[in-house]
């Protein structure tokens, strides 16, 4: 996985206030689930990697239903009547030099594509929108079912978000209190030209059940491959020595007082090796790296998940996705958390990773400030296993 992140701050606005209706839900079109997850927790974890702030505009009444699912790192605001007003009212949190408006029902556009925008604006462009060709033959037509015109295809594009703006020039558009289903449209209407880069398939709009169907072939791909499913957890205490380093998630945490521990006491690391020992039926964390096996005594969170990766891919299976939620008061995660995945996905050979981060209210020993944990999922596909 590529640094996508500039040298200036990227703030993604997702206004998520958007109906079921049309998926057969009677709620919010961002609480729909597919795949294990609901939209918005896709949409958060695929455009985390690129993001210093995540700001999710909620319909009114469902604020706190939002907050359990994204975890502390997430900024959750009650989002407005229209699109617009749902933006504008996130526009008022956002602290970023560059601001991405994203769609929660295109939750599967990639981190890439996210990237590919930022990297237009860091170049000195003020608007730019991914933008796919138009296939079909596109008509205007009356009220009464009349062709008026034909329009030449080959000037067509269909758009997508996320959507990247200069701050500045995002503010001042939205300072209109114009309407809009599309952001551009109203940086458009100042004039100031708005560049394109290239779309993706995956960046789907999900809209209609048959819509679900098909974000789950992408997600998943062949549903007749194996596919495994594990879950791992891991906690340390905070040590009592205050020259011990913090490493979580694979980094370096300067001062900030570490957990002890065996190895380096990584516990995002040590949560995603449990998980994925899991889901390929190696044991655990224990098992694998157990106290009485000295060469693992202050082994980095990085070292154990490359030897966990080359054990499960030895055993015949390959990473499709790995999520770690880590929970504690402390260190906050979300100024480092771009560079956290950027780190766990290196060692994984380049798989995808995301990461959240949540307290517990003052409760349990995460919550007295005692210690961290973490918990992770992941999920593999069989590739050559021998039963």
Not at 28 to 36: M, Y
Not at 93 to 100: C, K, N, Q, R, V
Not at 106 to 117: I, K, P, Q, T
Not at 272 to 289: E, H, K, M, P, V
Request: glycine share 8%.
């Amino acid at each position: 996985m590529r640094s996508l992140l500039p040298n200036s701050s990227v703030t993604v606005i997702i206004p998520a206030g958007g109906s079921g209706e049309r998926l057969g839900a009677a709620l919010p079109k961002a609480l729909v689930a597919f795949a294990g997850r609901t939209l918005i927790e896709h949409c958060v974890s695929n455009i985390a990697p690129i993001a210093n702030q995540i700001i999710v505009a909620a319909p009114s009444g469902y604020e706190d239903q939002f907050r359990a699912l994204l975890g502390d790192d997430v900024l959750v605001v009650t989002g407005g009547v229209t699109r617009a007003d749902s933006v504008r009212a996130a526009l008022a949190h956002s602290t970023s030099d560059f601001i991405l408006v994203h769609d929660a029902a295109r939750s599967l556009a990639s981190s890439d594509l996210a990237g590919r925008v930022i990297d237009a604006l860091v170049a000195g462009e003020k608007a730019v929108i991914p933008v796919l060709p138009v296939i079909d033959t596109i008509k205007e037509i009356n009220s009464n079912g009349y062709v008026l015109s034909t329009h030449k295809r080959s000037d067509l594009r269909a758009v997508q978000t996320p959507q990247g703006f200069d701050a500045a020039t995002l503010k001042e558009a939205h300072a209109s209190s114009r309407d809009a289903t599309d952001d551009a449209a109203l940086v458009e209407a100042m004039n100031i030209p708005v560049k394109t880069v290239e779309g993706e398939e995956r960046a789907l709009k999900i809209t209609l059940p048959a819509d679900l169907a098909t974000a789950q072939r992408v997600l998943l791909g062949d549903q007749s491959a194996d596919i495994r499913v594990g879950v791992g957890t891991d906690a340390h205490a905070f040590s009592a020595d205050p020259s011990r380093e913090m490493w979580l998630a694979g980094l370096l945490w300067p001062h900030e007082i570490g957990v002890d521990g065996h190895s380096d006491g990584d516990v995002a690391a040590h949560a995603i090796c449990d998980a994925l020992f899991s889901a390929a039926q190696l044991g655990d964390l224990g098992s694998n790296y157990g106290v009485a096996e000295p060469e693992w005594a202050g082994a980095s969170g990085a070292k154990l998940l490359q030897e966990t990766l080359r054990r499960i891919t030895a055993a015949g299976f390959a990473i499709n996705n790995v999520s770690v939620q880590i929970v504690g008061n402390r260190p906050k995660i979300g100024p480092r958390r771009a560079e956290a995945i950027a780190a766990l996905s290196r060692a994984l050979a380049d798989a995808p990773v995301s990461i959240s981060a949540t307290t517990t209210d003052g409760l349990g020993f995460t919550g007295e400030g005692k210690g961290i944990s973490a918990i992770a999922s992941v999920l593999l596909t069989a590739t050559d296993r021998i039963s």
